[in-house]
């Protein structure tokens, strides 16, 4: 089945404490990104990757990293989180860079920064 | 700034009702305009989209309309059903080259409720 899978689906964490958020695809995809959504704002792309070892800045990317070193995985990393990261994350994939073809999304992490 | 507003945030229809969400964009760059679907503890997912050489496009009971010269486009859902409840995203795209050149930009969701 194609998916996106993203790990953990729930965590609580305190202020500080360097987190990963692993994100694979099965679909081998060429484009990832990762999206926090926070009501009344939509979704918002932190980071994406055209490719293996290609990422850019998304609209908001403070405090946070992400790195592709292989084609199906993308971890979303937070250094040092603190507690306005406190958002439900969501991490995409499509098969090329063209806005115009589907993305598919994971189910989501919904973080919480104490 | 490239944005895309949508509204109204929240919307309740009864089962049976035309349930109707509106999204504006100011960029005439964009050229791809998807709707995305999500469910509760879900990723959203893609439920329609169309491109600006036409007006409207319809997938069952789901419709698109597109008013290029006043940059708004619409979600029409027919004869709303209970199961249709979810959070809908206007999305819009440019694929015509540019920094801006693939990246999907969102509205900031509806959530639809459907009363049985």
């Known amino acids: 089945e194609a998916q996106v899978t993203q790990n953990p689906r729930y965590l609580i964490t305190v202020t500080g404490k360097k987190l990963t958020v692993t994100c694979s695809q099965n679909?081998?995809?060429?484009?990832m990104s990762w999206y926090r959504q926070d009501p009344g704002l939509g979704l918002r792309q932190i980071y994406y990757s055209m490719n293996v070892e290609v990422t850019d800045k998304g609209d908001v990317p403070e405090g946070y990293k992400v790195s592709r070193k292989e084609k199906r995985n993308f971890p979303l990393i937070l250094e040092s989180p603190s507690p306005n990261q406190t958002s439900l994350y969501f991490c995409?994939?499509?098969?090329?860079?063209?806005?115009?073809?589907?993305?598919?999304f994971g189910d989501g992490t919904r973080l919480s920064i104490l | 700034q490239q944005q895309v507003k949508q509204s109204p945030q929240s919307l309740i229809v009864q089962k049976g009702g035309i349930s109707i969400i509106n999204c504006a964009y100011e960029?005439?760059?964009?050229?791809?305009f998807p709707w995305y679907q999500q469910f509760p503890g879900k990723g959203p997912a893609l439920l329609i989209a169309i491109r600006p050489d036409v007006s409207e496009k319809k997938e069952g009971r789901f419709t698109i309309s597109f008013n290029k010269s006043a940059k708004q486009f619409s979600l029409h859902i027919m004869d709303s059903q209970p199961g249709d409840s979810a959070t809908y995203f206007c999305?819009?795209?440019?694929?015509?080259?540019?920094?801006?050149?693939?990246?999907?930009?969102f509205g900031q969701g509806t959530i639809l409720t459907v009363h049985p």
């Open positions: 999305a819009a795209s440019i694929n015509a080259g540019g920094t801006s050149y693939g990246k999907l930009t």
């Open positions: 960029n005439t760059a964009f050229d791809y």
């Open positions: 679909m081998n995809h060429e484009y």
């Open positions: 995409a994939s499509r098969r090329g860079v063209g806005g115009n073809q589907p993305q598919h």
